[in-house]
């Protein structure tokens, strides 16, 4: 039982032994605390507005809140120093876990960063492919984050409705990948196979029914007067705070700064598309909503451009020390058994050096270091994760106001714990 | 390779002649190797230098080269907003106890980035007094992405080992 | 409600008290309304609209434990979350169940390192395992079922 009442605090404290002076300096850590008169409350890591495991250690004077410090690694996994240890291909099933509401972003940057660091080009169709199945990942995400940011203000149908659609892009991950979340379809030097025949169409009845969805969303929220009263003026971010906090992603935009990867440092030709890059104007709750339900028409308009010019052709590039040789070669070809075999017993070599990739992931500036070493193992991973780096802004936006308000800030700036504590 | 690699070189040469031991150009990424004791000006430097306006810090890794000299350096990523460029500063680091300056006075994300880096590499950062155990409980012992720290790995069950593994697991009770 | 026609008009029905009592705990299985990481949002898919948990009487989650009976440790917990969890296994009332949903819960899955617990067994006592990463939400109900089948065969002196 001793376990029991241990709170993940130094030594495993019984909770009821301590003084209050006692817990104030060990519970306070890293809260710098500001009068003896607050006071401090624990929100989380079981709460159900902090979107995971999240939590915090709140000075509070009466219901406002004085100041706060997250508290996380609630679900430290410890991915990096996993990745070491995996050949580059294995350690792709690793990225899917991380921001698990937006998988395939994930793969995304990782994959670029490693064809980055291998210097290799991947055909035209993988690419357009990638930017499909990238924006829908953004809209599969942003459907989660308005559910559930939606059900911290109590509007509950709104997550239900968000669930419906989000079905089916899990079916579409299905249908291209063979699992509903953690796809895992993006590899080095291309994709893991062509997309199905009904991809193309599935994807354009999605396109059709996909934006009356939206204008369905906004029915219930956007003219709603309480949805108004709890988002509106709450959470404000000036523009100088959200750059010098490392903000990034439609938190920032939503506070007016024009910065999107996709725009000024392109990849996988996102140059090519004609896109607006939503912007808001008050850096509140509101403008933040705003920001993302205009970013997923806009996501609607990039996939559309992107079928109607998806071209033929492979999707994997011709170099089989990257890309193993296919099933119907294997009966043919010793050269194809020997290096599928290489491929899948040893993996590929990655030359000396260190990159740094960044994509724009659903939350902000997803990025990945990468330093290899001459062999097929990674030296060292590092992801600057968006929602990391997101979370040290909530003090900022929470300070004197409510707690109550606070569920909505944290639902605002749209965190998942698994990409925070990797 | 972003247009303004040899402006950078040039500036940050031009002001601390001294500080930059190597440049490295690799898969169009520029990266400039600096000492350690010139890092919180550089950066100061880089943000308030009108053609550079660095207002913008992505990130900072920390890298063990384990069994290179100096073992450790820490990678800052920086970036423009208004000038659309970017480039990386890295900072060998021969002892951890000895770390960089902070730069949370120039980029107040800086301390929270920090806190993340000492965690799991055990860099320490002059000037930051919060760093604190953030990814793993306060009583952890070690750094685990350091290079000579174990992943910890167990033993996987199946079929041939079954009950050896099975007898010593600590099944919990209710 | 078609029993009724199938009953008759008796009245009286006769059964044994564990059976109705049984009976009535398969029917109003409360979750503890707790994820941890990616298998949550399947958990939050099979509540909602698509798989909708309600069928089973179980719609209704609980973020008190106090209020739960069943506790679904949807994801990986790691060395730091482990003593809470623990804490909260411990708050729930009796009779309480677990289920270890995905294949870190139940023995690690991929993650087989320093942070991670190698399956929550070691933890708190575990009545099924389902697998999958992440499991699909059929499979979550399939578990949920097969929970409900166990606490069936219970007897009442077991939670006395
Ligand atoms: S089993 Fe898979 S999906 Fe579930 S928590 Fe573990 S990694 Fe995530």
Known sequence: ?????????????????????????????????QSEENMLLSMGPQHPSTHGVLRLLLELDGETVVNLAPDIGFLHTGI?????????????VMTDRMDYLAPMSNNFGYILAVEKLLGVEVTPRAEVIRVILGELTRILSHLVWLGTSALDVAAQSVFLYCFREREYILDIYEMVAGQRMMASYFRPGGLWRDVPEEFVPAIRNFLDFFPSRIDDYEALLKENPIFHKRTKGVGVISAEDAISMGLTGPSLRGSGVNWDIRKSIPYSGYE?????????????????????????????????QALDRLPDGPVQIDDRKIVPP??????????????????????????????????????????????????????????RTPSYVNLASLPIMAKG?????????????????????R | MSNSDGLFYEKVNDAFPESIIEVVDFRGERTLVVEQAYLKDICLFLRDEEDLVCNFLEDIVADDMLPEFPRFAVNYHIYSIPKNHHIRLRVPVDDPDDGPDSVGTVWPVAYWLEMEVWDLMGITFKGNDKLRRLFLPEDWQGHPLRKDYPLGYEEVQFSFNWQAIDAKKPYAKD | MGVEQKLGNMGVVTTRLEDLVNWGRTNST?????????????????????????????????????????????????????PVLRRLYDQMSDPKWVIAMGDCASCGGIFNNYAIVQGVDEIVPVDVYVAGCPPRPEALLDGIMTLHEKVRGEKLQEWA
């Open chain 1, 1 to 33: 039982m001793t376990v029991g009442m241990n709170l993940g605090m130094p030594g495993g404290d019984n909770i009821q032994e301590l003084s209050v002076e006692e817990l104030r300096a060990k519970y306070g850590s890293g809260l710098e605390i």
């Open chain 1, 80 to 92: 990096e120093k996993n990745m070491e240890s995996k050949t580059y291909t294995q350690a792709l």
């Open chain 1, 272 to 304: 090519n598309y004609d896109f607006e890059v939503p912007l808001g104007t008050e850096g509140d709750v509101y403008s933040r909503y705003l920001c993302r339900m205009k970013e997923m028409r806009q996501s609607l308009g990039i996939i559309k």
């Open chain 1, 326 to 383: 296919p099933r119907s070669e294997l009966g043919r070809s010793m050269e194809a058994v020997i290096h599928h075999f290489k491929l899948w017993t040893e993996g590929f070599k990655a030359p000396k050096g260190y990159v740094f990739q960044r994509v724009e992931s659903p939350k902000g500036e997803f990025a990945c270091y990468l330093r290899g070493n001459d062999t097929s193992k990674p030296a060292r991973v590092h992801f």
């Open chain 1, 401 to 421: 106001l409510f707690v109550a308000d606070l569920v909505a800030i944290i639902g605002s700036i749209d965190i998942v714990l698994g990409e925070i504590d």
């Open chain 3, 30 to 82: 409360w979750p503890m309304l707790f994820g941890l990481a990616c298998c949550a949002i399947e958990m939050m898919s099979t509540q909602a609209s698509h798989y909708d948990a309600s069928r089973f009487g179980m719609e209704l989650m609980r973020p008190s434990p106090r209020q739960a009976d069943l506790m679904i440790v949807a994801g990986r917990v790691s060395r730091k979350m482990a």
